[in-house]
């Protein structure tokens, strides 16, 4: 059984910085993809960004470019969310979710989200 586990989220002010973790099991191999996630209060759900676990292939929504980055560490089936120079309009619950195909398109499994919020 595939399972995501998102941590790391919380409250930081303006310009702050924070890493989110999605820890992925259930997997038989590295042939999947693990795409970021965010819903604000009100809003549409949004895709932040995506990582192909395999190759390290990555995405980026227009809006987080130059400031968040996705990594992966295989060894220990974990992928990351760093988001620097944070916004209020970061603020949401950030998900990750799994493509089992590794193409950042398809997600059948979904975590549990992790709020983050961005104010002073």
């Known amino acids: 059984e595939v399972q995501l586990v998102e941590s790391g989220g919380g409250l930081v002010q303006p310009g702050g910085s924070l890493r989110l973790s999605c820890a992925a099991s259930g997997f038989i191999s590295d042939d999947y993809a693990i795409g970021w996630f965010r819903q604000a209060p009100g809003k549409e759900r949004e895709g932040v960004s995506c990582?192909?676990?395999?190759?390290?292939?990555?995405y980026y929504a227009d809006s987080v470019k130059g400031r968040f980055t996705i990594s992966r560490d295989n060894a220990k089936n974990t992928v990351y969310l760093q988001m620097n120079s944070l916004k209020p309009e970061d603020t949401a619950v950030y998900y990750c979710?799994?493509?089992?195909?590794?193409?950042?398109?398809?997600?059948?499994?979904w975590g549990q989200g992790t709020q983050v919020t961005v104010s002073s």
């Open positions: 979710a799994a493509d089992p195909m590794g193409y950042c398109h398809e997600y059948n499994y």
């Open positions: 990582i192909s676990v395999s190759d390290g292939t990555t």
